[in-house]
């Protein structure tokens, strides 16, 4: 069993740059590949990235390509997702996905954990 829990989420200005972490607990982390969702008010969840336990594979939405900083601590269980350039439809909570899998998630039935979500205001 993994646990997700994200932090680092909170107000940015527009064109600023936020970064979110993801840790997860348990013992078979390493079997997991992980991922970044998001869902604003009123609309449904999507997908924003997610990659291979190596790094070799990497999946982007394509309102976020170029916007994304994506890097894996293996040692401590943690995967931090970057973002630059804010824009004014990033606002949303952004959850942190783990799938027990080689591929990683791009799609909400592709995830078997979920993180409890993080907010991201973007102020104009």
């Known amino acids: 069993q993994v646990q997700l829990v994200e932090s680092g989420g909170g107000l940015v200005q527009a064109g600023g740059s936020l970064r979110l972490s993801c840790t997860a607990s348990?013992?078979?982390?390493?079997?997991?590949?992980m991922g970044w969702f998001r869902q604003a008010p009123g609309k449904e969840r999507e997908f924003v990235e997610s990659?291979?336990?190596?790094?070799?594979?990497?999946y982007y939405a394509d309102s976020v390509k170029g916007r994304l900083t994506i890097t894996r601590d293996n040692a401590n269980n943690t995967e931090y997702l970057g973002m630059n350039d804010m824009k004014p439809e990033d606002p949303a909570v952004y959850y942190c996905?783990?799938?027990?899998?080689?591929?990683?998630?791009?799609?909400?039935?592709?995830?078997?954990?979920w993180g409890q979500g993080t907010q991201v205001t973007v102020s104009s």
């Open positions: 348990g013992r078979t982390f390493s079997s997991y590949v």
């Open positions: 996905a783990a799938v027990r899998a080689v591929q990683p998630p791009t799609q909400i039935s592709d995830v078997d954990h």
């Open positions: 990659f291979g336990r190596s790094g070799d594979i990497t």
